[in-house]
């Protein structure tokens, strides 16, 4: 069987210092959902640090074996400091559910969420730009096949528009599937409500 990425155990994104520990309610870290987490998320926010200046922008993105692709415009800031190889943070998260509680500390949400830490380079070949874009159409537009729904990007295209590829060092997953769990929701004599809205 060949090495492929997706089967080399250190591409798979998992905690491996300090800075990617769960200290927060660490019985919400589910490590092994780390790649279902990126794979289904729809909103990569992606964060760097210009001349000690914090920088975050939220990029579609696509997620294979260990790497978040993003792209855009040559002239979006936050793009070229991904490309040259700097730490960047990224944090997926999807919120499933909005939880009401019986008392203003209580109320929550239910969600699942990524923070990956790596490093970005430029991919410049053409023929790479056009499999990870037709990947990334593929994933939000399921069925969407390049000639036969849409025009396929020209090389022209290609060639004019930046495409990062951020390898994970290291990630950790954190989720939260629970009811109301605040003092007194459960005790139909406390007045109020408490209840779990889906989003």
């Known amino acids: 069987m060949s090495d492929t990425p997706a089967q080399r155990p250190d591409s798979i994104p998992m905690s491996r210092t300090e ?8 019985d919400r870290a589910v490590p092994e959902r780390i790649e279902e987490f990126l794979r289904d998320g729809l909103t990569a926010h992606i964060a760097c640090v210009e001349r000690g200046e914090a920088r975050l922008t939220p990029f579609l993105y696509h997620y294979e074996s260990g790497h978040i692709y993003i792209h855009g415009s ?4 936050t793009l070229r400091l991904v490309c ?50 037709e990947a990334l159409t593929e994933r939000y537009f399921p069925g969407r096949r390049a000639g036969a729904d ?10 004019r528009m930046e495409l990062a590829d951020i390898v994970i060092d290291e990630a950790s997953a954190k989720m939260r599937d629970l009811g109301p769990a605040g003092p ?4 139909p004599d406390v007045p109020g409500s408490a209840y779990v809205r889906p989003i």
């Open 84 to 133: 040259d190889g700097r730490p960047v943070t990224v944090a997926v998260t999807r919120l499933i559910d909005l939880v009401a509680s019986k008392s203003a500390s209580g109320h929550t949400a239910n969600y699942r969420s990524v923070i990956a830490y790596g490093h970005g380079s430029r991919i410049l070949d053409t023929d790479e730009k056009r499999r990870v874009l």
């Open 19 to 26: 800075r990617s520990r769960i200290r927060r309610h660490p």
């Open 184 to 187: 007194g929701d459960s005790d």
């Open 150 to 159: 849409y025009a396929p990007a020209g090389d022209g295209d290609l060639t």
């Open 74 to 77: 040559p002239q979006n800031a």
